[in-house]
């Protein structure tokens, strides 16, 4: 089982930014994807950015142009880098990892990210 632990997140005002982190316990280039979701208060958890372990990268479109998810993978990490923060990017952020060939997911234990004035 692949643990994950996320940081950095905050309240930030709107138009600033945050970047999240979310380390793995194993080698993220054994993993197939690595993800972002979030949920805020009252809705549904949505998907919110993706990387392969072959390099591809893919967004929601309420993110496109804003966020961008990034991996170093000699610190197992990946981080979502949130430009121009908007007060509906408010939610709680979960990184996420499917693995051996897409049969097993992890889920971190989330972080909350606040954006109000």
């Known amino acids: 089982q692949v643990q994950l632990v996320e940081s950095g997140g905050g309240l930030v005002q709107p138009g600033g930014s945050l970047r999240l982190s979310c380390v793995a316990s194993r080698n993220i280039l054994s993993i197939n994807i690595m993800g972002w979701y979030r949920q805020a208060p009252g809705k549904q958890r949505e998907w919110v950015a993706s990387s392969t372990s072959g390099g591809s990268t893919n967004y929601a479109d309420s993110v496109k142009g804003r966020f961008t998810i990034s991996r170093d993978n000699a610190k197992n990490t990946v981080y979502l880098q949130m430009n121009n923060l908007k007060p509906e990017d408010t939610a709680v952020y979960t990184c996420?990892?499917?693995?051996?060939?897409?049969?097993?997911?992890?889920w971190g234990q989330g972080t909350q990210v606040t954006v109000s004035s």
């Open positions: 996420n990892a499917a693995y051996d060939n897409f049969r097993l997911t992890s």
